[in-house]
């Protein structure tokens, strides 16, 4: 009789246990949800990991905190491997960090179609400053007037025919 109550016993404790093992599991699938559009709405903050490369996001609106791990991503240098630095050349803006208004300059060695482009750290291109025919060998100062943005790390891009050129600007307000 000790031994059948015994066995009782444990399948009850055996089932229970699986109960519990099912219910997190569902519960950390449910908080694991990829965001898509129709469950993510605009976050309220970004902040970025550099070291660890990770950029966290907060969506207040869901009550959640979200991580993007952009490791893997394609850095900037290796873009800049891709072109050959005598086509084109993208300088570094100034003053950086720069608080609104900073300089940008770039020349490209033929006449192109060229286009410099801002974009934020979520990929969302925030400004065109320049898109048109560049002349070869001309030096063009753009300035960047960044009052509406908020303070952070933004990329600026040079897009030509002969390839793209990628930098990055602190806004410090």
């Not at 997190?24 to 309220?44: D, E, G, H, K, R």
Request: aromatic letters at 12%; a negative charge.
């Amino acid at each position: 009789m000790n031994y059948l109550v015994t066995r009782f016993l444990l399948f009850i404790i055996f089932v229970m246990c699986s109960g519990l093992i099912i219910a997190q599991s569902n519960q950390l699938q449910n908080n694991l949800a990829v965001p898509t559009a129709s469950n993510f709405t605009y976050p309220q903050s970004a902040f970025i990991d550099s070291h660890n490369g990770n950029i966290w996001v907060t969506d207040f609106d869901n009550n959640r905190v979200l991580r993007f791990d952009v490791s893997t991503l394609t850095a900037v240098d290796e873009l800049q491997s891709l072109t050959s630095p005598s086509d084109f050349f993208l300088g570094q803006n100034y003053p950086n960090p720069f608080n609104p208004v900073t300089q940008i300059i770039f020349s490209t060695k033929i006449t192109d179609d060229v286009s410099l482009e801002v974009y934020n750290l979520l990929g969302q291109k925030v400004a065109v400053l320049f898109d048109e025919i560049a002349t070869a060998n001309t030096i063009y100062s753009i300035q960047f007037n960044a009052n509406s943005l908020a303070s952070g790390i933004y990329l600026y891009s040079l897009r030509t025919s002969n390839g793209i050129d990628v930098k990055k600007m602190c806004l410090l307000k």
